[in-house]
Nanobody, 122 residues
Framework: QVQLQESGPGLVKPSQTLSLTCTVS??????????WSWIRQPPGKGQEWIGY???????RYNLSLKSRASISRDTSKNQFTLQLSSVTPEDTAVYFC??????????????WGQGTQVTVSS
């Protein structure tokens, strides 16, 4: 019923800003108790949780990415976005958006997008 779809450029140059949009259908991003989250998985590595925005608009970020990450939303479009500035090749990963009840965990009943590949390269 609830579906999430990531979109944005698949290739970003070093030092530029990565920008992705998550479009949510079948449910509202203003509806709790979900944490509307961004997660990434670099090649050969595990999942890294980037941060979230709540149904009321509050945000929190992974400590290691706090200085570079920004999550915002457009409630009229039922979308939330990720901006990651000053990217390097280390930011190359599959990026997921998700609506989760327990932040930091993937559990049945959560909603995840299919993921989108983002490559940082010159």
């Amino acid at each position: 019923q609830v579906q999430l779809q990531e979109s944005g450029p698949g290739l970003v140059k070093p030092s530029q800003t990565l920008s992705l949009t998550c479009t949510v259908s079948g449910g509202s991003i203003t509806t709790g108790p979900y944490y509307w989250s961004w997660i990434r998985q670099p090649p050969g590595k595990g999942q890294e949780w980037i941060g979230y925005i709540t149904s009321s608009g509050g945000t929190r970020y992974n400590l290691s990415l706090k200085s570079r990450a920004s999550i915002s939303r457009d409630t009229s479009k039922n979308q939330f976005t990720l901006q990651l500035s000053s990217v390097t090749p280390e930011d190359t990963a599959v990026y997921f958006c998700a609506g989760v009840i327990h932040y930091g965990y993937r559990k049945p009943g959560d909603y995840w997008g299919q993921g989108t590949q983002v490559t940082v390269s010159s």
